[in-house]
């Protein structure tokens, strides 16, 4: 184990703003946003200096609105921080957004933006000439009428409880008992989970209704035809078309779905069961739960260790978020579900959040989160905001080759042999098998903005519909509204629509990155830093280059990855 230290997280200095300035007070902020519009640009450097400027101005209101996040989702249970949250977005963020767009506007307009070197600067035209395409000033009160709605959600996902057992659980804690040796306990903790979902179907689909009228309404306004070809673009997704997606559910389905239905044929006949039932996938086959921590402590302190053995750098990072308080790793009542990396901009660090009830997932999910942590501590000396706020594609390939970077380095955890084995063998298996749900999702939400005049039984009916597509081998017979209302689990659909096919684009990276680990660990370690310092200053196709990749959805390239993971789980 590494020898862990107190240092702390120190802030980083300001260049263009006193430390005292007060960024939520909107008439402060609207000066300096009307003295930057106001600003003489006589050269190629003073536009620079402009940029640079609302850049950092931009990072004290990104800074404040992750803290209220993040209390907002630590205490989901108590209202006053979501308002606060609400409050932040409504008054400062979407107000300040009119004057992203006319700021934009005044750089790309500047005779003196040709001057500026191509090759540093190019990609920086093709951002913001996107952003000023698209934005509509009619918009603003809709994003901050929808991210209002977004976080009901949040708020409704928390107080989902059941008692089991005397006792109240959440439905994270209810996930636990999905891996239980017992068949009978497993299936009565799918029927609790599900069945309280179905209590709040009804909500959730009016909730969800509203939130779809309010985003064809924006899509409209920037005169698109579907929200999802405005979404395709907003997200500045040059590299790839949604035709080329429809071609990833297609490669999914050709060729990681019958690898799956191999594997699960295996588990059903290791199980001894007539059929494969929902309650059957995540149990140990051989009996045996990996318990990798006992503690939050343990956890953290041997996350830590882990990430000093692929570069002593990470572990150092991590550990000083550990003494500044910036992580939440604990499940417990009142909290929001999942999981998340947000960047803590006055510090040049993140802060993690998590629910952690001691599973192997757990440790997958930090890891995760670690990696996302580690690109915003190597972009700490961007001043150029375009280039330091990472699409998915980009930030999720940090996050998921992370977690394959310290699977050789898990042995901190499972020091018997066989548990290391397992998992390992369980991180290969749930790479892929995350890769149908992901394009369960993605085709979801493709079908439900492309056909916006559906109902809530006809969307239900389809993702049932897709469910059985990328189906390898799971007998959903009896269980029809539980296969038809599984969607409200996703948190993604009613908060951040279409942010999920990139974790199966940055997964299949991921698992590349991984191949190149198991070949030249040094050079792709190298080659991993080096991508994470470029941060967006790069299309994206180059950035998956320089992490020596290849940026593909093809059949053959999945093949390719497929038949890798294979040997591996072969030769554990």
């Known amino acids: 184990m590494v020898k862990l230290t107190d240092d702390k997280l120190t802030k980083i200095p300001r260049k263009y703003f006193s430390e005292d300035f007060d960024i939520t007070q909107w008439d402060l902020v609207e000066r300096e946003l009307k003295g930057l519009l106001a600003m003489e640009i006589n050269s190629s450097n003073d536009l620079l200096i402009m940029i640079k400027k609302f850049s950092e101005l931009k990072k004290i209101i990104r800074n404040e609105s992750s803290w209220r996040y993040i209390d907002m989702t630590r205490y989901a249970d108590q209202d006053e921080y979501a308002q606060a949250y609400n409050d932040f977005y409504a008054n400062i963020i979407s107000r300040s957004s009119t004057y992203d767009f006319k700021l934009s506007k005044k750089f790309y307009d500047s005779e003196y933006r040709k001057e500026l070197p191509e090759k540093e600067y190019g990609h920086l035209n093709r951002i913001i000439s996107n952003g000023i395409e698209l934005f509509r000033e009619e918009n603003i009160p809709l994003m901050v009428e929808e991210q209002e709605l977004a976080n009901k959600y949040g708020s409704i996902a928390s107080k989902m409880t059941v008692i089991y057992n005397g ?3 959440t439905l994270s804690q209810m996930s636990v ?46 005169d698109f035809e579907n929200y999802r070809d405005f979404v395709h673009q907003a997200k500045g997704r040059f590299a790839y078309t949604p035709e080329d997606i429809y071609k990833f559910h297609e490669s999914v389905e050709k060729v990681v779905i019958p690898f799956l239905t191999e594997l699960n044929q295996e588990r059903q006949k290791i199980l001894g069961v007539d059929s494969l039932r929902p309650w059957d996938l995540e149990v140990e086959i051989d009996g045996n739960q990996l318990k990798p921590f006992a503690d939050v402590d343990e956890f953290v302190d041997k996350a830590i260790a882990v990430l000093h053995n692929v570069r002593s750098e990470f572990g150092l990072r991590l550990n000083k978020m550990k003494n500044s308080g910036f992580l939440d790793l604990d499940n417990r009542k009142g909290k929001a579900p999942g999981g998340y990396c947000t960047t803590v901009d006055e510090y040049g660090a993140s802060f993690i959040f998590m629910n952690a009830v001691g599973l192997q997932d757990d440790v997958n999910t930090l890891v995760h989160e670690s990696g996302h942590a580690m690109h ?197």
Not at 196 to 201: G, K, M, Q, T
Not at 470 to 479: A, I
Not at 504 to 527: F, M
């Open 177 to 222: 008992y999905l891996r239980d040796n017992d068949r009978k306990v497993r299936e009565e903790a799918f029927i609790l989970i599900m069945n309280r979902l179905e209590e709040d179907a009804e909500e959730l689909d009016k909730l969800f209704d509203e939130m779809k009228a309010i985003r064809i309404k924006i899509a409209r306004n920037a």
């Open 167 to 169: 006792e109240e659980k």
């Open 376 to 572: 915003a501590f190597s972009l700490v000396d961007q001043p150029i905001s375009h280039y330091a706020t990472n699409p998915m594609e980009i930030a999720e390939l940090a996050s998921m080759s992370m977690e394959f970077l310290t699977m050789d380095h898990w042995h901190i955890y499972y020091p018997n042999a066989e548990d290391l084995r397992k998992a390992k063998k369980e991180q290969l298996v749930n790479t892929l098998k995350f890769l149908p749900w992901c394009m369960i999702v993605d085709a979801f939400q493709q079908w439900i903005y492309t056909n916006p005049e559906h109902t809530a039984e006809e969307r239900s009916d389809y993702f049932a519909a897709l469910v059985e597509r990328f189906n390898p081998g799971v007998d959903w017979s009896g269980l029809d509204e539980a296969k038809r209302v599984r969607w409200m689990r996703q948190l993604h659909i009613f908060e951040v629509p279409f942010y999920y096919i990139e974790y199966g684009i940055a997964q299949l990276g991921a698992l590349a990155v991984y191949k190149n680990y198991k070949e030249d660990k040094v050079r792709t370690v190298e080659k991993y830093e080096k991508f994470l310092k470029l941060g967006y200053s790069k299309p994206m196709n180059e950035i998956y280059q320089a992490a020596g990749i290849r940026f593909d959805f093809s059949i053959d390239y999945l093949k390719e990855i497929v038949e890798f993971v294979k040997d591996e789980i072969n030769s554990l």
